[in-house]
């Protein structure tokens, strides 16, 4: 036996965990007898367990009613966690995934006072040169990953992000105020998709949707960006269902919200 495992089999740790797992999984608080009956433990090691649990802040026991809930300590380790994630590595696999089924660039961009920073990009499989590069900033009122971003910030920080534009035509087919922009906007929020038709860069669509984190911020955005010629409307459709996909997962694994957002 190792210092961790006990008499009855298992190590301290692993009884522990299980015995978290019951209170946080629970569809309502559990009394101590549950919670033994659940484990199949020894009372006194389920107690022992408990006690610790509770002086961590992991579990929370209400003296009143005799009932332990989940803790608010899982919250603060979250926190820390979440906060310490790099997105990149997170949608790793799914870019690849992107690149793969399409065969097209994916990018992957965060948004940095109104402009997007290319932080990720797969470049096409097939000849296609773009103005997107790792590290180099784009306007985010004409590119599909900074309007997916600018639709979901608060207030406040749209205000300041609209002000950020210099709204430059850059084809035919820019938006060049902030009213086209807004309207804009509001369509993404209700759809979640951004495109992008030829606004940035003339020949040159991209679909792009966003990825929250654990706070329901928006904090990057994943997109495909493809020549217009050799991409027809179905397959164009087919790119914005992916991206969405692909952004809700990383989402998820980022610790978002499951709320109308996404």
């Not at 590119?143 to 709204?167: D, P, R, Y």
């Not at 369509?187 to 998709?193: G, L, N, V, Y």
């Not at 010629?229 to 990383?250: I, P, S, W």
Request: hydrophobic fraction near 40%; charge should be negative.
């Amino acid at each position: 036996m190792t210092k961790l495992e006990t008499k009855s089999g298992g190590s301290s740790l692993d009884k522990a965990l299980s015995l978290l797992q019951e209170v946080c999984t629970a569809s309502t608080p559990l009394r101590f007898a549950e919670i033994v009956e659940k484990a199949d433990l020894p009372k006194a090691t389920v107690h022992r367990i408990l006690l610790s649990l509770v002086e961590k802040g992991l579990i929370r026991f209400d003296e009143n009613a005799q009932l332990y809930h989940p803790g608010y300590g899982l919250l603060e380790l979250a926190h820390k966690a979440w906060s310490r994630i790099d997105v990149r590595d997170v949608a790793a696999d799914q870019i690849k995934s992107l690149w793969q089924e399409t065969g097209e660039t994916i990018h992957l961009a965060v948004l940095d006072r109104g402009d997007v920073i290319y932080i990720d990009k797969l470049e096409s499989q097939k000849s296609l040169r773009l103005f997107s590069a790792v590290g180099k900033k784009g306007p985010g009122y004409c590119t599909g990953v900074g309007k997916a971003m600018m639709a979901f910030l608060n207030e406040s920080q749209l205000e300041e992000a609209i002000q950020e534009q210099s709204f430059i035509r850059q084809t035919p087919t820019t938006i060049t105020t902030a009213d086209e922009l807004k309207e804009q906007l509001i369509k993404i929020r209700d759809t979640k998709i951004a495109l992008d038709l030829e606004e940035h860069e003339e020949g040159i669509q991209c679909a792009a949707s966003v990825i929250f984190n654990y706070l329901d911020e928006p904090i990057a955005a994943l997109s495909i960006t493809a020549p217009k010629f050799r991409v027809d409307e179905a397959r164009f459709l087919h790119f914005q269902h992916l991206v969405k996909d692909a952004c809700l997962k990383v989402s998820t694994r980022m610790g978002a919200i499951a709320s109308d957002k996404h």
